[in-house]
């Protein structure tokens, strides 16, 4: 690819994962672009090194990996470890699942509460342990393409974290496919295992 090209990925990745009404799986193309404005960027020369480095699969997974964290700079420090991670986690994908599934029924169970239903106006088990690190991102998009919890839930609409939460699962789904009969039958295994 040339560095020009990259530039037009990464803008278009990013106007995906920032901006509610931009698809980029309904998009024909990658965002047009003036290579004039790309040629006065003060990060030319990164686009160039990424160009050298990366086929355009690897460099779609990198940009990926780094939004979903949160990252919506180009190159932010951590950047190379943050996709490192992310392609660990979809290398092990399932192993994870069923590490998180295991943590989420145990949780339920202490709690006596339903993991992906909010009860109360609070936030679902399932996200607290999102946010407290203790299950994977992924995760949770498989529940949600398993059961559409995420949008179903509308105890949370005025929320603003679960608000920002919900862009990204909808935003990041596409990106995580899966065999959801296999995920379905994995989820129905651990919670007969952990839940009474």
């Excluded at 006065?40 to 686009?47: A, G, M």
């Excluded at 994908?93 to 169970?109: G, H, V």
Aim: glycine letters at 4%.
């Amino acid at each position: 690819m040339e560095p020009f090209d990259v530039y037009r990925l990464y803008m278009s990745l990013k106007l995906h994962f920032t901006k509610e009404n931009y698809d980029i799986t309904k998009q024909k193309s990658m965002v047009s672009c003036k290579r004039e404005t790309f040629m006065k960027r003060k990060d030319i020369l990164l686009f160039r090194k990424l160009a050298k480095r990366m086929q355009r699969e690897e460099m779609i997974n990198y940009f990926v990996a780094n939004f979903v964290e949160g990252h919506n700079g180009l190159f932010e420090g951590g950047s190379d470890e943050i996709y490192r991670d992310w392609k660990s986690r979809q290398e092990k994908l399932t192993y994870q699942f069923t590490q998180d599934l295991a943590t989420i029924f145990l949780e339920a169970e202490k709690q006596e509460k339903d993991p992906l239903i909010s009860y109360d106006g609070q936030h679902p088990i399932v996200f607290k342990l999102y946010l407290g690190k203790k299950i994977a991102i992924e995760t949770i998009i498989i529940l949600d393409k398993l059961f559409d919890f995420v949008y179903s839930n509308t105890t949370l609409t005025d929320d603003f974290v679960w608000k920002d939460f919900a862009h990204l699962v909808k935003k990041y789904r596409i990106f995580i496919r899966i065999d959801r009969e296999k995920y379905r039958q994995l989820w129905i295994k651990e919670k007969g295992q952990v839940v009474c």
